[in-house]
C-alpha cells in the first residue's frame, strides 16, 4: 500500500433541504480507502450512510448538497470536475451497487443488456462485443448457463442472481472502486453467504477495493479490512476491524457490539443489552456529543463540549472525550432477570396443530387454462391451476408459557403459519386447537373467545398502527370490542398497558408518526396484551428495527412471557434471535419442518443439512469467524407450484443421498424425546456432522 | 399553505358567494325581456350588453353561476355517494363482489362520457337537475375506482390485519380503519371530479339535453349566442369566461389540496 | 402472453354484449312508453297504438332485445325511423368524415402533447415547465365549446383564412379538404393535448425519480440514453392507456365540435337523431361508436402488455 489512499474523503459535510429548514445529514465526515482494501461503513438507520455513497457519486437528490469537504479520488478532487468528467468517472473508475436488486434493475431491458451497458458507452465497445464480455461476467459472478440468464428480464431472476447481476455490471469496466450498499440486507441469509462468499474471491483475484456500507455487523467482520463506525451523520470510531470489534473504544460501538444476540445454549436467560433512548432529531442535534442522550458513561462534559475525532494510542481515531478513560470498560451489562421463569404445569398442550395445510392457487382463470390437443377432447383445454403448497402438513404444539421459535427463509411459510393459526387465514386442511377449542373452521361468533387468547404481533411497527388513531385509541380498542373495559376504567387499562410496555402513560394521547420505530412496536404489544392473552404469535417482530432497538423489544418479550406466563410463536428469520427467547425451535424450508427440538439441541449436531447451513452462513463478529465450516448451498428456494415428491430440500442439499431423496418423502427420525429430523441419511451420520457455529456455553 | 390552494379557495369561495347572493347581485331578472334594447353592447346599463331578447347578461351570467355550480356539486355528490362504498367493498371484499362491481363499472366506462349521458337524457325531457344526476352517474366509476385502488393498498397494511385478528366487522374496518385513512387521495379526485361535472353538464346543455330555455345556464347561453356570436360576441363571452374562471379556481383548489393532502404526489407533478 | 390475449378477447365480446343491453335498456326502458316518447305532441290514442305495433313493442322484453340483437348480427344497423331509411350507409358516411377529425387531431395530440409532457418532465421545475404547465392548465379548464366559437370568431369571421362549416372530401383538393378540417381539429386537439401531456408528464416525472434510472445514471451513462432508454421506454408505457382514455373524450368532442361548426360527421348524426327521437338511430350510432372505443382500448392494453416484458413473458422464475 504505497502513496495515497485511492478514495479520500475529508471533512464532509452535507444537507439536506427539508420542510423544517437545511438539516446537515452528514457532519465533518473523513474516511479513506486504500488500494486492494476493503472499508466497512456501519451504522443503523438514518445514519447518513447512503448519503455518504451517493455524495461521492455526485448523485445527491435534489435539496441535497455538500456543504463543506472534499472528496478526492485518486488524487482529484471530484469537486472539481465538470458534470460530464464527473459521469465519465462513474460506472468506469467507480462502480455502485445498490440495495434492492429488484428496483435497481430496468424492468422492461434484458440483463445482459444492462450489464453491457457500461462497457458500450465507456470503454466504446460494439454491441456484440459488449455483449459477449457481459455473458463472460455474469458468468464470473457465479451465473450458471450465462447466456440464457442474460437474455433474461429481470422479474424473471431470483432476488440473488439480480444481486449477481448488478454486482457483474458494477465491475464491468474493472473500476478502481466499488461502493456497496447495503448489497445483502435483501437477500435471504444462505443467499447472502453466497454473494459474500463471491465478493471475497473477486477481492483476491481482482485485487478491488471496496467501500462497503452495511447495518449488519457481522457481514461487516467477514468482508472488510477497516471499519467506520457512523452514527447520526458523524464518525464515533474508525479503525482496523478486528481490532475495533476486539476492543471497541467508542461507548456506540460498545453498545452496538454488546446488543447483537448471540447464538448460545444459554441464551435464554441472558437478557440482551439495548442502547437505551432513540436516534436523534438531526434537525435539532442535542448540545455537545451527539451520543450522549444514549450513553452509560456521560458527564457533564459530554453534554457541553462538540467531540472532535482524535487519534489514541493505537492509531484508532475515536470521537469521545472519554474515550480514553472507559477505552477498557464494557457495556454495563444489564441486571440479570428477576423474574425466575413460571414452570408450566404438566397438562394439556395450549395450542395444538395438526397436519397443518395451506394452499394458494397461482394466477386466475386464464392462466390455469392448459393447451392440450387430444383425440376424443371436445375442446384442447383442459384447466389445471398451479397450486402452492405454503404451508405442506405441519404439526406441532405449544404449551402453557412456552416458546416455540418458527426459523426459516422468505418464502418458507412460516408467516402464512402464523397468520391461519389467528385465522388471519383459513387453512386448507388439518386441525388448529386452542386451549382445547377447535377454531379450524369455527364461525366469527365462535372464534370470540379464541381470539381474546390468541393474539398476534407484526412485523412493520409503521404499517402495524392506524396512522389516524391515537395511540390510546389503538390500545383501547381491543377492550370495547370484547367488552372488557369502558370509560374511565379503560383509560386505566390503557395506562397500565403502556406501562406494562415501558412506555410512558401520556403517550396515550400521541399519534404513531410521533413515535419511533420501537416505540411503534411496544404499542402494538401493549394491543395484543389488551385481551389478556395467553398465548401470542409474534410474526418477526424485531426484523425492521435496528439492532440495538431489538435488544430491548427482545428482553420486553421476555419479560412479559415470564411475568405474565404468555405462550409464543416466534417466527423470524435469524437464529440467533430466536435463540434468545425460544425453548423449542422448528426450522422450516418450503412448508414443512425439516428439523425440530430444543435450542441448545438445534445448535449442536446432530442437524438437518439445511439447519447445518443455515448456521454456517450466519455472519458473526468476533474471533473464530474465519475457521468456521463453510457449507454452502446450490441455487436459490424458488418458488414452488410445482408438486414435490421426495424431500423438499434436494435440489439445494449438499448432503443429497442420491434418488431416494427425489423419490421418497424423508421419515421423521427421533434422535432425542422432543428433537426431531426430517432426512433419509442415518442417524450416526447426522451425529457425525461438524459443528457449524463455535456456540458459547 | 401552498399558492395554489390559496387562488384556488379564493376563486372558489367568490364563486360561489356569488352564485348564492345572484338574486341579489343582478340588476335584472334573468329572464325579464327588454325589446327595445335587443343586442345591445356593454353600456352602463346594461353592463355587460344584452342578447336577442334583450335580456341583461350580466344577470343571466350571474344567474347562470348558480346553476352550473350546484349542477356540478350535485354530479360530484352522486358520484361520491355511489363510488366511494362501492369501491370500499371492491377494494376490500375482492373475490366474486369485486369482480362483479368491476365488470358493472367497466361496462359503464366503456362508454365515451358524453355518449352516456346522451343515451340518458335522450330518453326523457331534460331538466338541469336530471342532467346534474346523469352526469353524477357517468363519473362513478371513476371515484370507484380511485377508492377501490387506496382501499386494496390499505387493506394489506397490518392494521388492518391487527383489526381483523380481533375480530372486527368489515363494516367497522371499511368505516372507521380504512376509510379516515382513504379520503385524502379521494378528495382530491373528487375535486377534480368536479371541474369535470361543471364542464360536461355544460356541454350538455350546449347541446340542449340540459336547462332548458328560458333558464341561462352557461352552456345553454352559449348555444343560444352562436347564431350572434360575431355581431354580439359578448353574449357567448360573459359566460364562457365566467366558466373558464370557475374551472381554473376548482382545479387550482384541487391541485391544492393535492399539495396539501398527499405532497408526494404533489411534488411528481399534477393529476 | 397468449392466455393474456384470450383472457381479454373472451372479455370484450362480454362486455360487447352487456353494452348492448344497457343500451337497449335505457332507450326502451327506461321512458315507459317509448312510443309516446317518439310522438311526443303529435300522440293520439290511434297513432300510439299504430306505432306501438309497428314497432314491436308490446312483445315481452327480452323479445324485443333478441330482435334487436339479431338483426346486429346480421349485419343490419336497422331502419331509421325518421328518415326510413337503411341506416348503415348514413352511419357509415358520418362516422368517415368524424375519422378525418379524428385522425388529424389524435395525430396531432400524440406528437405535441407527448412531446410536451416528455419536456416538462425533463425540464422539471424550470421555466419551460412553468410556461407548460400553464399552457396545459388553462387547455383543461376551457370548455371546448367555448374555444370552439373562439377559434371560429378569428378565423373565420375576423380573419376570413378558413370556413366556418361544412366539410369537402378530399377529392375536391387536399386544400380544400384541409380548410374545411383544420379549426374544429384545432379545436379538438387543445383540449386533449393538456390532457395527455399533463399525464405524460407525471408518469415520466415518477420513472426518473426511480430507482433503476438512479441506477443508470450511477452506471455513468450519457444523459441521453439514461432519458431514451430507461426513462423513455418505462414512462411512455402508460402513455398508451391514455392514449385510448383519449379517444374517448375526443368522441366526446366530436360531438360538440360537429354542432359548433355544422360539420356534418357523426356527432351531428347523433344530434339529429336524439332531437328527432328517433331510436334505431341512436342506439344504433351510440353502439357502434361505444364498440369502436372498447376495441381502441383492447388495442391499448394489447400494446401495453407486449412492451412490459412482466405481463409479456410471465413469471417464469429461475
Known sequence: MTGSPLLDVEGLTVQYETGRGPVVVLEEVSLRVREGQSLGLVG???????????????????????????????????????KEEMRILRGDRIGMVFQDPLSALNPALPLGLQVAEP??????????????????????????????????????????????????????????LVILDEPTTALDVTIEAQILDLLEDLRRSDRLSLLFISHNLGVVYRICDEVCILYAGRVLEY???????????????????????????????????????????????????????????????????????????????????????????????????????????????????????????????????????????????????????????????????????LVGESGCGKSTLGRCLVRLMDASDGRIVIAGRDVTTATERDLRPARRIAQIIFQNPDSS????????????????????????????????????????????????????????????????????????????????????????????????????????????????????????????????????????????????????????????????????????????????????????????????????????????????????????????????????????? | MPSSLVWGAGIVITVLVVASLAPLLAPYRYDAIHLADRLKPPSRTYLLGTDEFGRDVLSRTLMGARLSLFAGFLATAVSLALGVPLGLVAGYARGRLDEFIMRAMDVVMSFPPILLGLLILAVTPPTIWKTAVTVGLVYVPALMRITRSVTLGLAQEEFIQAARARGERPLYILAAEILPNAWPPIIVEGSLRITFAILLGAALSFLGMGAQPPSSDWGLMISEARPFVDGAPWIALAPGLAMCLTVVGVNLLGDGLREVLDPRIAKRGRE | MLAYVAKRLSYIVFILVLISILIFAITQVLPGNVARMILDQYATEESLRALEKKL???????????????????????????????????????????????????????????????????????LADHAISVFTFLGISVPEF????????????????????????????????????????????????????????????????????????????????????????????PTITVLALDLGWLIGGIVVVETIFAFPGFGRLLIFAIQRRDLPLIQASILVVTAVYCLANLVADLLYAYFDPRIRYGRASR
Open chain 1, 465 to 697: 398502527l392506524n396512522p389516524r388513531k391515537t395511540v390510546g385509541q389503538i390500545v383501547g380498542r381491543p377492550l370495547t370490542v370484547f367488552g372488557l373495559a369502558s370509560g374511565a376504567e379503560r383509560e386505566r387499562r390503557v395506562g397500565e398497558l403502556l406501562e406494562m410496555v415501558r412506555l410512558p402513560r401520556f403517550y396515550a394521547s400521541r399519534y404513531p408518526h410521533q413515535l419511533s420505530g420501537g416505540e411503534k412496536q411496544r404499542v402494538g404489544i401493549a394491543r395484543a396484551l389488551a385481551t389478556a392473552p395467553r398465548f401470542i404469535v409474534c410474526d418477526e417482530p424485531v426484523t425492521a428495527l435496528d439492532v440495538s432497538v431489538q435488544a430491548a423489544i427482545l428482553n420486553l418479550l421476555a419479560d412479559l412471557r415470564d411475568s405474565l406466563g404468555l405462550a409464543y410463536l416466534f417466527i423470524a428469520h435469524d437464529l440467533s434471535v430466536v435463540a434468545h427467547i425460544a425453548d423449542r425451535v422448528a426450522v422450516m424450508y418450503r412448508g414443512a419442518f425439516c428439523e425440530v427440538g430444543r435450542v441448545d439441541e438445534i445448535l449442536h449436531p446432530p442437524y438437518h443439512p439445511y439447519t447445518q447451513s443455515l448456521l454456517s452462513a450466519i455472519p458473526v463478529p468476533g474471533a473464530g469467524a474465519a475457521e468456521r465450516q463453510r457449507i454452502r448451498l446450490r441455487g436459490d428456494p424458488g418458488t414452488g407450484g410445482e408438486p414435490i415428491r421426495g424431500c423438499r430440500f434436494h435440489p439445494r442439499c449438499p448432503r443429497k443421498i442420491g434418488a431416494i431423496c427425489e423419490e421418497v418423502p424423508p421419515p421423521v427420525l427421533e434422535i432425542a424425546p422432543g428433537h426431531q429430523i426430517a432426512c433419509h441419511l442415518p442417524v450416526e451420520e447426522l451425529k457425525a456432522m461438524e459443528p457449524a457455529v463455535v456456540v458459547a456455553g
Open chain 3, 56 to 126: 314491436g313493442l308490446n312483445d315481452p322484453l327480452p323479445v324485443q332485445y333478441w330482435r334487436w340483437a339479431s338483426t346486429l348480427l346480421g349485419g343490419s344497423l336497422g331502419t331509421s325511423l325518421i328518415m326510413e331509411r337503411p341506416i348503415a350507409p348514413l352511419l357509415w358516411t358520418a362516422l368517415e368524415r368524424s375519422a378525418n377529425l379524428a385522425i388529424l387531431s389524435l395525430i396531432s395530440v400524440t406528437i405535441v402533447g407527448i412531446g410536451l409532457g416528455v419536456l416538462a418532465a425533463v425540464w422539471h421545475n424550470r
Open chain 1, 239 to 405: 479503525g482496523p476491524t478486528q481490532e475495533v470489534f476486539a476492543r471497541p473504544r467508542h461507548p456506540y460501538t460498545k453498545g452496538l457490539l454488546a446488543s447483537l444476540p448471540r447464538l448460545t445454549g444459554r441464551a435464554r436467560e441472558a437478557r440482551l443489552t439495548p442502547i437505551p433512548g432513540s436516534f436523534p432529531d438531526l434537525a435539532a442535534p442535542p448540545p455537545g456529543c451527539i451520543f450522549h442522550p444514549r450513553c452509560p458513561f456521560v458527564d457533564p462534559r459530554c453534554m457541553q463540549e462538540v467531540q472532535r475525532l482524535t487519534t489514541d494510542r493505537d492509531g484508532r481515531l475515536v470521537r469521545c472525550c472519554k474515550a480514553e478513560a472507559v477505552a477498557d470498560l464494557p457495556w454495563p451489562a444489564p441486571a440479570a432477570r428477576e423474574t425466575p421463569r413460571a414452570v408450566a404445569p404438566p397438562g394439556d398442550p395450549l395450542v395444538r396443530v395438526t397436519d397443518l395445510r395451506k394452499e394458494f392457487r397461482l394466477g386466475g382463470f386464464w392462466s390455469s387454462l392448459r393447451m392440450q390437443p387430444e383425440a376424443g377432447r371436445l375442446l384442447p383445454f383442459t384447466w389445471r391451476p398451479s397450486q402452492v403448497r405454503a404451508v405442506d402438513g405441519v404439526s406441532f404444539t405449544i404449551a402453557p408459557g412456552e416458546v416455540l421459535g
Open chain 1, 44 to 82: 443503523e438507520s438514518g445514519s447518513g450512510k447512503s448519503t455518504l455513497a451517493l455524495a461521492i457519486l455526485g448523485l445527491l437528490p435534489p435539496g441535497g448538497r455538500i456543504r463543506d469537504g472534499r472528496i478526492r479520488f485518486r488524487d482529484q478532487d471530484l469537486g472539481t470536475l465538470s
Open chain 1, 119 to 176: 462497457l458500450i458507452y465507456h470503454k466504446g465497445m460494439t454491441r456484440q462485443a459488449a455483449w459477449r464480455e457481459a455473458e463472460a461476467l455474469l458468468a464470473k459472478v457465479g451465473i450458471p448457463r450465462p447466456a440464457e440468464f442474460a437474455r433474461a428480464y429481470p422479474h424473471q431472476l431470483s432476488g440473488g442472481m439480480q444481486q449477481r447481476g448488478l454486482i457483474a455490471a458494477a465491475l464491468a469496466c474493472r473500476p478502481d
Open chain 3, 146 to 237: 367555448f374555444w370552439g366559437i373562439v377559434l371560429m370568431l378569428v378565423f373565420s369571421r375576423y380573419l376570413g383564412w378558413l370556413p366556418a362549416s361544412g366539410y369537402a372530401p378530399m377529392s375536391e383538393g387536399i386544400g380544400k379538404w384541409l380548410s374545411h378540417l383544420l379549426v374544429p381539429a384545432a379545436t379538438l386537439t387543445f383540449t386533449l393535448i393538456a390532457h395527455v401531456s399533463r399525464l405524460t408528464r407525471s408518469s415520466m416525472l415518477e420513472v426518473l425519480q426511480s430507482p433503476y434510472v438512479r441506477a443508470a445514471r450511477a452506471k455513468g451513462l450519457p444523459e441521453r440514453v439514461v432519458l431514451i432508454r430507461h426513462a423513455l421506454r418505462n414512462g411512455l408505457l
